[in-house]
């Protein structure tokens, strides 16, 4: 198991940009394909992208395809979510997860969470 600490959330005006952080234990960061999820009051957790090991693969989900960027940084054990135009309904709780898998949307195949961070996006 890898453990996962994510950070750089906070509160940002709409068009605005974050970058949030996740800090992985362990040394096998880079057998992990990541994904980033994300979860409003109220509604179910939704996928919003993820990274295959090496960083050559990313898939997102619609409502952030142009606006989110993921990549991954093996050396360093972290993987990053630059989110640009910014829009109220992207507040939320951001997670990020770990999967043995090459490649998954379905929170159900990953295995390691984060605590989460909160995003707020003011209209």
């Known amino acids: 198991q890898v453990q996962l600490v994510e950070s750089g959330g906070g509160l940002v005006q709409a068009g605005g940009s974050l970058r949030l952080s996740c800090a992985a234990s362990?040394?096998?960061?880079?057998?992990?394909?990541m994904g980033w999820f994300r979860q409003a009051p109220g509604k179910e957790r939704e996928f919003v992208g993820v990274?295959?090991?090496?960083?050559?693969?990313?898939n997102y989900a619609d409502s952030v395809k142009g606006r989110f960027t993921i990549s991954r940084d093996n050396a360093k054990n972290t993987l990053s979510l630059q989110m640009n135009s910014l829009k109220p309904e992207d507040t939320a709780v951001y997670y990020c997860?770990?999967?043995?898998?090459?490649?998954?949307?379905?929170?159900?195949?990953?295995?390691?969470w984060g605590q989460g961070t909160q995003v707020t996006v003011s209209s």
């Open positions: 997860a770990a999967t043995r898998r090459p490649i998954a949307t379905m929170p159900e195949y990953f295995t390691s």
């Open positions: 362990g040394r096998t960061f880079s057998s992990y394909a």
């Open positions: 990274i295959s090991w090496s960083g050559g693969i990313t």
